[in-house]
């Protein structure tokens, strides 16, 4: 070995084991374990709220129109509904507009899901060393969170007109939980939905849908004052159950039954929509790649 060879040698050996000891071990993770699906999930929540929060669409759809819905129901039909029905509309208009921006924003989210496929970002993200169901459950984290903060604003919007928590902090917290729920149920069905209609057609879908169930529901006036015929449906649909419960919750009123509804209605979209939405997701992001 030459001289230069020599000094080269242990100088490589001393810079190696330098490099060595200040570079931590990491521990290789397995791309199916919960840790690592956890991990990725809170990844792609977190990717999706910075992507809503610079959308200025998505900022109106999420806060603005349900508060200036929910001010136009209050100056158009709020002393109406109340000298009607004896009780403050406000506690049944609040608790609606809060299911309809949850229904809404589902609609949105699905749509982006739609342009991820597009322009192949699901394709690449199915590529990468990414747990397979991270994008799905991080998509539904994101929702919740959405859904969570809209209810906020519209509960703050609607305490200037006169809602209030009359029965305690317990109650007031499981009010919120409702819409989020629902929100995430929601978003299951719209999500299975997407993967097998194009952006048209399930904007018309979820758009008849919401109408029908905004317009007829308890939360403008009780399901009593509905033609006799039509009372068992309106009494039973999703968001009449949700209304009841957090009116109920704020109000006061029945909480018990209305709350077991919901809560059915909740389990069922997702038991009847999780695997469609699952295989749908999967198939997306196959054929994006």
């Known amino acids: 070995m030459s001289s230069v060879e020599a000094t080269v040698a242990p100088a490589d050996d001393a810079a190696e084991r330098i490099s060595s000891s200040l570079l931590p071990e990491v521990t290789a993770r397995s791309e199916s374990s919960l840790r690592t699906w956890a991990a990725h999930s809170l990844i792609q929540c977190k990717r999706l709220l910075m992507v809503w929060a610079r959308d200025p669409a998505t900022t109106i ?4 129109y349900p508060a200036v819905t929910l001010l136009m129901f209050r100056i158009v039909l709020g002393d109406s509904i109340t000298l009607a029905t004896g009780q403050p509309s ?8 809060t299911l309809v921006a949850a229904m809404s924003g589902a609609v949105v989210s699905a749509l982006g899901l739609k342009v991820e496929k597009m322009t192949g970002l699901l394709g690449r993200f199915w590529t990468m060393p990414i747990h397979r169901a991270a994008g799905l459950t991080g998509r539904l984290l994101a929702e919740a969170i959405r859904v969570l903060v809209t209810t906020l604003f519209v509960l703050a919007v609607g305490l200037p007109i006169g809602f209030r928590f009359d029965q305690g902090l317990g109650a007031a917290l499981a009010l919120l939980c409702i819409p989020v729920l629902f929100g995430v149920a929601f978003a299951v069905l719209v999500t299975a939905l997407a993967t097998v209609s194009d952006g048209v057609l399930l904007v018309n879908i979820i758009g008849i849908t919401s109408t029908f169930l905004m317009f007829f529901n308890s939360g403008f006036v009780p399901t009593s004052v509905y033609p006799s015929w039509l009372q068992g449906v309106i009494g ?12 109920g919750l704020s109000y006061g009123g029945p909480v018990a039954e209305p709350l077991l ?8 979209m997702i038991v009847v929509f999780a695997y469609p939405a699952v295989r ?10």
Do not use: F, H
């Open 61 to 64: 759809q999420a806060l603005i």
């Open 236 to 247: 039973n649909q999703p968001m009449s159950c949700a209304i009841d419960a957090m009116r």
């Open 280 to 289: 749908g997701y999967r198939r997306a992001a196959e054929t994006g790649a």
């Open 90 to 97: 406000v506690y049944g208009t609040v608790p609606m507009i």
């Open 261 to 268: 509804k919901t809560l059915a209605w909740v389990i069922g």
